[in-house]
């Protein structure tokens, strides 16, 4: 999911990598970043059994919340490409300053 809250952005999304990498190496490639200059950043591993079958292998899940600016979908994207990682799901949405989802 991707919120948009004032000024500021909450970007949650699921991935599939097929080399596992390291939860810490993600991380840090993520907060390297300028984009993401003070934002707070959870990488996880996703420990949930998929309810629809193996077509997707969830990795890990990824929740980024900090000041919103043009491209940051975007150069978060080009990390999990850097990985080779799929994004098996992502939704959009915008919410009202102050709501949380």
């Known amino acids: 999911a991707f919120a948009v809250l004032g000024t500021g952005a909450e970007f949650t999304v699921v991935v599939e990598e097929p080399v596992p990498a390291a939860i810490e190496e993600i991380d840090q490639h993520l ?27 969830i990795t890990h899940r990824i929740v980024i919340r900090g000041q919103d600016q043009p491209g940051l979908i975007a150069r978060v994207s080009e990390v999990f490409g850097d990985y080779g990682a799929n994004i098996v799901r992502m939704n959009a949405e915008r919410q009202l300053e102050g709501k949380h989802s």
């Not at 984009?35 to 990488?43: N, P, R, Y």
């Open 31 to 57: 907060r390297e970043l300028p984009e993401l200059e003070g934002a707070e950043i959870t990488v996880e591993e996703f420990d949930i059994e998929p309810v629809h079958g193996p077509s997707a292998q």
